[in-house]
């Protein structure tokens, strides 16, 4: 399976060695973007804000509580798309301990590593040793997975998990589910949960009243965005149809590297940008991968725009057509298992 895995990662991320970016510059542009998303759960309701906007917000005060996703730290890439990843990881830890309030904890939703190596992990806990919030919450991209189907992965954040790594948990009344849909990657590199993981989601979801706002997040967008990229999950309208009767559900992503929202019905949809790199817009470039532009240029790919796609009707939805031809635009971009 790992090399399965490796193969689909190779299949789309674009060689970069020749180009080139200044990391000056990228570190300036991380720190006006942000990198994150913070999160205030308010009376069941998450509202959402990129970290650059935290510093003139209460910043969780008058919250039920607050937390920060994260994603796509991508330890132990070092091609000129960004060769410092663990800087503007740093960057990024730097704007969660400046915050006014304390969050609760941290997700951080997959692609921790970028060749699944020890050194790397150690690296990622060394910077995360210094987040203000101790309690983080991981699942898996497909780059944890690279050299040995997630053990390692398994072994440092995984204790307590069920499978590969997927597990639940409750927050002041929020249940929260940590999904794993890297494990088995479909053609194109589609993501999957599997038939054990979606039984075990079902039946951890049975018992919750339909007032119990719920929380799902895993690495690969579990709506579909642009399946020619593998930017979707292939058997998550399954999983969403447990969802349903739910009155308040959130769901949380990475691995697209760029903030994307979309509503239907009663379930938000959400992408974070990567703490590394930025990747193009869907359909603007040949493949997906590390994506290199000026330095002048990376807040327009780091930024915090939110895109919509709007359908008539009751219901918001993605149309897979090239961003860049769509009123709307995408400025930002996008990156976990069990407790830390």
Known sequence: MADKNKDLIDQTLQDLNNDGVDRRGFLKCMAWAGTGLVWTMSGGIPSSRAFAKTAHRSGGKGSDFTFVQISDSHIGFNKPANPDVTATLQTAINKINAMPHKPDFIIHTGDLSQLSKPSEFDTLDQVLKGASA?????????????????????????????????????????????LVNVANLKAGGMGSLGHEQLEWLEDDLKGRSASTPIVLFAHIPL??????????????????????????????????????????????????????????????????????????????????????????????????????????????????????
């Open 134 to 178: 101790k309690q983080i919450y991981f699942v898996p991209g497909e780059h944890d997975m690279l050299s040995d189907n997630g053990e390692q992965f398994l072994q440092r954040y995984g204790k307590g998990t069920k499978g590969s790594g997927w597990y639940s948990f409750d927050q002041k009344g929020v249940h929260f589910v940590g």
């Open 223 to 340: 709506w579909t965005i642009y399946p020619d990229w593998g930017w979707g999950t292939d058997d998550s309208e399954q999983a969403l149809s447990y969802v349903k009767r739910f009155g308040s559900v959130t769901v949380l992503n990475g691995h697209i590297h760029q903030i994307m929202q979309k509503v239907e019905g009663k379930v938000s949809f959400h992408t974070a940008m990567s703490t590394a790199f930025p990747q193009p817009a869907p359909g603007t470039a040949p493949s997906a991968g590390p994506m290199k532009v000026p330095a002048d240029q990376l807040q327009k790919v780091l930024g915090i725009t939110d895109v919509n796609y709007l359908v008539s009707g009751r219901s918001l939805a993605v149309v897979d057509s090239p961003l860049a031809n769509s009123e709307s635009s995408a400025s930002g971009n996008g990156s976990g298992s069990g407790g830390r």
